[in-house]
């Protein structure tokens, strides 16, 4: 049902765009804000990720570097963490072991499917670069993030928004 929803491209950037503006995020400090508002002339990293999965835990330090060295350099560049948690008390204990200081989709919040069924997503961890109306730049940015390391952050960055 989802999927068919998705098909025609035009609806699907509607779609994206629409649900980007209307989201909540949940900032580190529990405050809630509008998507919108919140990735406004950003270049966003929306990260499917969860706590049971391996290959997700080892690479969360390794984005959070990335971040780290992009906020140093002043970049706008934010990364949204869409959580495949089973539950609530599993993506705050995951959230406050390793992520960084990015905001989060609530657990539960509907927004969580329809962006994993908008990209794709079918395995986790998923890295997908979009800009701050939905439009995918970069998919499966996660072998590029991993090689870059925080070396490699603001360069990289630089590759991204040439496709603005
Ligand atoms: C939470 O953080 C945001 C972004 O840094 C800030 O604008 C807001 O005032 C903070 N809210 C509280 C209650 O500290
Ligand atoms: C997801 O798959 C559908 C159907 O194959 C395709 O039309 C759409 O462009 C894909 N979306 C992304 C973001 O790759």
Not at 14 to 22: C, R, S, V
């Amino acid at each position: 049902m989802f999927h068919s929803a998705f098909l025609e491209v035009g609806a699907f950037t509607l779609t994206m765009a629409q649900l980007l503006e209307d989201v909540e995020l949940v900032l580190s400090n529990k405050t809630t804000v509008k998507a919108s508002e919140a990735l406004k002339g950003k270049i966003v990293a929306l990260y499917f990720s969860a706590h049971w999965c391996a290959p997700c835990k080892m690479f969360t330090p390794k984005l959070k570097e990335f971040y780290d060295a992009l906020k140093a350099a002043g970049k706008n560049f934010e990364v949204v963490f869409v959580s495949f948690d089973r539950n609530a008390k599993d993506l705050e204990k995951y959230y406050n072991e390793l992520h960084g200081d990015w905001p989060y989709v609530e657990f539960g919040d509907e927004a969580i499917e329809t962006l994993s069924m908008g990209f794709n997503v079918s395995d986790i961890p998923a890295l997908h670069i979009i800009d701050a109306g939905g439009r995918q730049l970069v998919d499966n940015a996660r072998p590029l993030v991993t090689a870059s390391g925080a070396e490699g952050a603001v360069a990289l960055f630089e590759e991204w928004a040439k496709l603005l």
